[in-house]
């Protein structure tokens, strides 16, 4: 990917027609998912993420796909992912997801599928800050825990969804929004419920629970009028 992507590849994509970009972005994409390292510099990292949101609003879907894929791969870099992660570009990313609460919900299959899961590799190969800006973000969150009760169909979207979530409230000391707070113990209730015993989701929903605030009488089954729990 060096070779094929450098400063000036991006002078060309910022001026680009969509045509054209939307067959270089996808080859550049297939190097991209075939590669497992990568050594760009903050500096470029940040003139990427700067181009892909000026494209972003007015690309195809063809394109956002590239898009995404490309910054998926990139997230598997550790280190200096903080300038390509931008709140503009993430919020660009969740709004290919398709989520109810974004302008969009009707986008093909494939640009919600490559978009969930860049935003799954984006946080779980984090960095706290990027972790403290997301915490209490209503729309990621649900994603997430839709995308952890599909552990049936995508056990491992399932399971790095519940490794974000964890990431996202491992440092988090009990302080957030209590509705995010409910939607995730919810959501590993029901996992706890469903999934079979020895399950990789089972001890993901339960590393999960232990680092959010919770209430033992959670897992009690609810009591009818006029029970008693004994």
């Known amino acids: 990917m060096e070779s094929i992507l450098t400063k000036e590849n991006l002078v060309e994509w910022e001026g680009m027609d969509e045509g054209q970009l939307t067959i270089k972005v996808a080859k550049t994409a297939e190097v991209a998912a075939k590669q497992m390292e990568f050594s760009y510099d903050s500096e470029f990292k940040r003139s990427l993420a700067s181009v892909m949101c000026k494209r972003w609003p007015n690309a195809s879907s063809s394109l956002r796909k590239g898009f995404c894929i490309i910054l998926r791969c990139l ?5 200096v992912i903080d300038c390509l992660l931008s709140r503009d570009l993430m919020e660009n990313v969740i709004g290919s997801t398709g ?3 974004c302008c969009e919900a009707d986008l093909p299959e494939e640009e919600r599928i490559e978009a969930v899961k860049c935003l799954i590799n984006a ?3 984090h960095k706290p800050s990027i972790n403290d800006q997301w915490r209490g973000d209503g729309p990621l969150v649900h994603l997430l825990c839709e995308e952890a009760l599909k552990w049936e169909k995508l056990p491992k979207n ?3 969804s519940l490794k974000v979530l964890f990431n996202l409230f491992c440092h988090c000391g009990g302080k957030g929004d209590e509705a995010i707070f409910e939607e995730c113990l919810q959501m590993a209730r029901k996992l706890l419920l469903t999934v079979p015993r020895g399950s990789s989701q089972i001890q993901n929903a339960v590393n999960l629970l232990g680092c959010l ?18």
Do not use: M, Q, T
């Not at 997230?75 to 280190?79: H, W």
């Not at 605030?213 to 004994?230: A, D, H």
């Open 75 to 79: 997230c598997r870099e550790k280190k």
């Open 99 to 101: 989520l109810p609460s």
């Open 123 to 125: 946080f779980f190969h």
């Open 158 to 160: 399932a399971d790095e």
């Open 213 to 230: 605030p919770i209430n033992i009488e959670f897992f009690y089954p609810k009591l009818e009028e006029g029970e008693v729990r004994s």
